[in-house]
């Protein structure tokens, strides 16, 4: 029976186990955002936890267990004094796991492994692109979209600061699920989060304004291509026929793309069709 035996085997030796998650948590702390296997990363993100929680500690027991456990010790600076100030008011829940569907392959889970509050956050990210959809969104229902695409979408900056201190019971200009995203991923980050989340959707709203603009542009060009193409259909040379100043053969008109010599490649290997005669006269009509 199992008892007592807890967390997964992986399948590998205790050695060989406790190495690649040694290794899974340092590349973690170096690019603070990795993808691997969801047993891997729960099994990481559970020692990445008690790393950091060393690196808020801060005294030399802690530093001596760190320097211990990672592979990298230029990581360690890091951890005692970058890591440590980002956390420094959060209670615990360093890190994030993401599902990322399955690996092609053996269809294994795939998940990214991340820490919270990093330069290239997630939950941050969709957060913010939420804010400048539903806040477009209400807009669109209100203007008119010529006049939207001038003038965007205002003082997203303002909406999200005073988001930030709505309760999720009162009405605001979000969702009650985004208003809660949105004080979740702020409340730990600085006061300068709330400019940068601003940006972020104004991007996003800039975005989704320009889609169908883009989309109407290369419809009309698709449209004027194949209303030209269609004006030259009734005058398309065919084998055999030719255009003033043109000065091939006969055979070579008869034959089209058969009259074609390609030195470099044996006629045999050739794939021949027939073509019609390109003179300089006819490219510039």
Do not use: C
Not at 75 to 81: C, M, R, S
Not at 85 to 101: D, L, S, V
């Amino acid at each position: 029976m199992k008892h007592g035996v807890a967390f997964r085997k992986l399948s590998r030796t205790s050695s060989h186990r406790m190495l690649m998650l040694r290794n899974l948590v340092t590349s973690l702390l170096q690019h603070e955002q990795i993808k691997t296997t969801l047993p891997k990363a729960k099994d990481a993100a559970r020692l990445a936890e008690k790393i950091i929680s060393l690196g808020k500690k801060g005294d030399l027991p802690a530093f001596r267990r760190a320097t211990g456990f990672l592979l990298d010790q230029s990581l360690v600076p890091k951890l005692f004094t970058e890591l440590a100030q980002r956390y420094a008011e959060r209670p615990g829940g360093y890190t994030r796991i993401h599902k990322f569907g399955n690996r092609p392959g053996d269809n294994a889970p795939h998940a990214i492994l991340e820490l919270v509050d990093n330069p290239r956050d997630l939950r941050f990210q969709m957060t913010a692109r939420a804010v400048g959809w539903e806040l477009l969104s209400k807009r669109v229902g209100q203007e008119d979209p010529q006049s939207l695409v001038a003038t965007g979408v205002p003082d997203i900056q303002d909406v999200i600061a005073k988001e930030k201190t709505v309760s999720l019971e009162e009405r605001g200009a979000l969702r009650t699920f985004t208003r809660r995203n949105l004080q979740k991923v702020l409340r730990f980050r600085s006061p300068e989060a709330v400019e940068e989340m601003s940006k972020i959707a104004e991007d996003h709203v800039d975005t989704l304004l320009a889609q169908p603009l883009a989309l109407k542009e290369i419809a009309s060009a698709k449209q004027e291509k194949k209303e030209k193409a269609a004006a030259f259909a009734g005058i398309r040379l065919k084998a055999g026929q030719t255009l003033p100043g043109g000065n091939r053969s006969t055979l070579h008109l008869a034959q089209g793309a058969l009259g074609k010599e390609n030195p470099g490649r044996w006629q045999w290997f050739t794939r021949r069709k027939l073509g019609v005669d390109k003179s300089s006269v006819w490219n510039q009509i």
